[in-house]
C-alpha cells in the first residue's frame, strides 16, 4: 500500500501564492503519474495538472501559467507550486498517483486551499 501525505495548503490573499507537497510512503517503487485533483464546495472533483514518470506535465486550462506541477522521484514526493492565485481557486486539493501495471490508485487525505477577495 501507499500513502500519500499532504501539506501546504492555507488561507491566502488573491494574487498570492501557495505550494503543495505530496509525500509517498510505503510501496512506492511502482509508483507512475503522479497528480492533483480539487474539489470546490458544491462541485466534482477536477484534475488540475498530472506529471509522468519522465515529467511530462499536463495542466487544466484553468491554471495554465499560474500553477507549476514538479516532482523528485528520489524522494516519491510531487509539488505544486500555486501563483497568482484567485478566489476560484478555492478548493480542497488531493494528491493523486496510479502504479505501473496495476489499476490501483491513491489518494491523499486532502489539503484546504483558500483564496480571500
Known amino acids: 500500500q501507499v500513502q500519500l501525505v499532504e501539506s501546504g495548503g492555507g488561507l491566502v490573499q488573491a494574487g498570492g501564492s501557495l505550494r503543495l507537497s505530496c509525500a509517498a510512503k510505503?510501496?512506492?517503487?511502482?509508483?507512475?503519474?503522479m497528480g492533483w485533483y480539487r474539489q470546490a464546495p458544491g462541485k466534482q472533483r477536477e484534475l488540475v495538472a498530472t506529471?509522468?514518470?519522465?515529467?511530462?506535465?499536463n495542466y487544466v486550462d484553468s491554471v495554465k501559467g499560474r500553477f507549476t506541477i514538479s516532482r523528485d522521484n528520489a524522494k516519491y514526493t510531487v509539488f505544486l507550486q500555486m501563483n497568482s492565485l484567485k478566489p476560484e481557486d478555492t478548493a480542497v486539493y488531493y494528491c493523486?498517483?496510479?502504479?505501473?501495471?496495476?489499476?490501483?490508485?491513491?489518494w491523499g487525505q486532502g489539503t484546504q486551499v483558500t483564496v480571500s477577495s
Open positions: 493523486h498517483t496510479d502504479f505501473l501495471g496495476s489499476r490501483s490508485v491513491s
Open positions: 506529471i509522468t514518470r519522465g515529467s511530462t506535465t
Open positions: 510505503g510501496y512506492v517503487s511502482s509508483i507512475n503519474n
